[in-house]
């Protein structure tokens, strides 16, 4: 009884990896557009001058404040 209990845990391990791997290939998947559209709307920004701060949590070198 304790070997199938074993078993039984190891399986449910496994299928739970599976279901997170999968439920996170999906969530990529669906955003993959979104993802390799990125760049170009950093250049598109940039050359509008609208953001150059993509990424930075805290703008680097702006004068403007203070």
Known sequence: M????DILYDI???LTAFCIVG???LVIW???GN???YPSIVSAAQQDKKN???GL???VGDS???
Do not use: E
């Open 12 to 14: 449910s391990d496994i």
């Open 52 to 54: 150059t701060n993509f």
């Open 30 to 32: 669906c955003s993959i």
């Open 23 to 25: 439920i996170a290939g």
């Open 35 to 37: 993802i390799m559209d």
């Open 57 to 59: 949590a805290v703008p």
């Open 64 to 66: 403007t404040t203070g």
């Open 2 to 5: 304790g070997k199938l209990k």
